[in-house]
């Protein structure tokens, strides 16, 4: 045989084969999210995501620890709180699960880079993420209440707000409100491109966010839609937002690859709670090799084009860097 070409020359071994990968993964761009729950001296398991579990404010310590040995440094908040109301204000409660949380975190651990979900849907008893107006979430109410909600999470010292709510106008909004605050240098990471998805199941038990009626279809997008994401990306970074996000993550790798071939900013893949417990169950059963199956898709993520990943698989990630499966 007179072949030139034999890509399997770059494939003998383990060396060389890490030496000539395209997609380098690292711990900083690995992102955890934290469910803290108001209260005191919890720590409880969470049914739907094997592994993960809700902490009061007062008991966070553990995870933090954790999460320091294996070299992830950037959480995302996601507060539950005691009482809801109609209209969500447990959000903006300086004495809030996220608020509290973040000012013991930024006491106990300062070297933590902490994000906070800005949403209104784990804090209103209807479970929609904004203001009811009749059965529908009215947009522009909704402004106030997220701007409010973002600026008490910079004021207990938040380093970067995410909302997650869908609304139009959102980030022109908190952007708005931060500036008039003195926070100009607070930067926001959107969930841009944020679909309507079943795979969202697991984290709503986790956070008790389930809407009472309807769903969320009518601000979160239609999964049959491609271009309706570069749209809506194209206004968040036009809002001002500094990174934008696509959300799920696996079922969306063509939108990942898009986005980041189309924007100046950095992006974000969120790799939602349903990803997590499929591959949790599946492994669970015997079906698959968990720590194979978490490396090759977090790859995944990363080759489309992600820059950063929010997962709850990060500490084991961090570990497999470590081992150098991936990375
Ligand atoms: C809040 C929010 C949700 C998620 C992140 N922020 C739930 C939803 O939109 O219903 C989902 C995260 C996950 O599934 O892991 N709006």
Request: charged share 25%; hydrophobic share 40%.
């Given at each position: 045989?007179?072949l ?100 013991s ?38 402004l ?10 910079v ?37 841009a ?9 697991p ?39 500094d ?39 599946a ?14 898709t ?30």
């Amino acid at each position: 045989m007179e072949l030139l070409n034999r890509p399997r020359r770059l494939r003998s071994n383990q060396t060389i084969r890490n030496m000539v990968r395209e997609t380098r993964v690292s711990k900083s761009a690995l992102v955890y999210p934290l469910f803290v729950r108001e209260g005191s001296n919890i720590i409880e398991d969470i049914p739907s995501l094997d592994g993960q579990k809700r902490y009061s404010p007062d008991r966070l310590s553990g995870i933090l620890t954790e999460l320091t040995e294996a070299g992830v440094n950037t959480v995302l908040l996601f507060g539950i709180p005691e009482h809801k109301d109609e209209i969500g204000s447990g959000a903006w409660d300086e004495n809030g699960a996220v608020q509290q949380a973040i000012r013991s975190i930024k006491q106990n651990f300062p070297q933590f880079y902490v994000i906070t979900d800005v949403c209104m849907c784990e804090y209103t008893n209807h479970g929609h993420c904004g203001i009811l107006c009749g059965h529908q979430v009215d947009n522009d109410k909704t402004l106030e209440v997220l701007a409010k909600t973002a600026l008490s999470h910079v004021k207990a010292g938040a380093d970067m707000v995410a909302p997650s709510d869908m609304m139009d106008g959102r980030i022109l909004a908190i952007r708005d409100v931060l500036d008039k605050n003195g926070y100009s240098d607070i930067p926001i990471m959107s969930y841009a491109v944020k679909y309507s998805s079943a795979f969202y199941g697991p984290f709503r038990e986790a956070a008790g966010s389930a809407p009472s009626f309807g769903d969320r279809k009518g601000y979160q997008m239609d999964y049959h839609n491609r271009r309706e994401g570069m749209k809506e990306a194209a206004l968040d970074v036009e809002q001002g937002a500094d990174i934008i996000m696509v959300k799920p993550a696996l079922s969306y790798l063509d939108v990942i690859c898009e986005v980041a071939q189309s924007f100046d900013v950095p992006m974000a893949a969120y790799s939602v709670s349903g990803e997590y417990a499929m591959i949790k169950t599946a492994a669970k059963a015997g079906l698959i090799d968990e720590a194979a199956i978490v490396c090759e898709t977090a790859v995944s993520i990363f080759r489309a084009g992600a820059d950063i990943l929010i997962t709850y698989f990060a500490i084991d990630l961090a570990h497999y860097i470590d081992e150098g499966r991936i990375g």
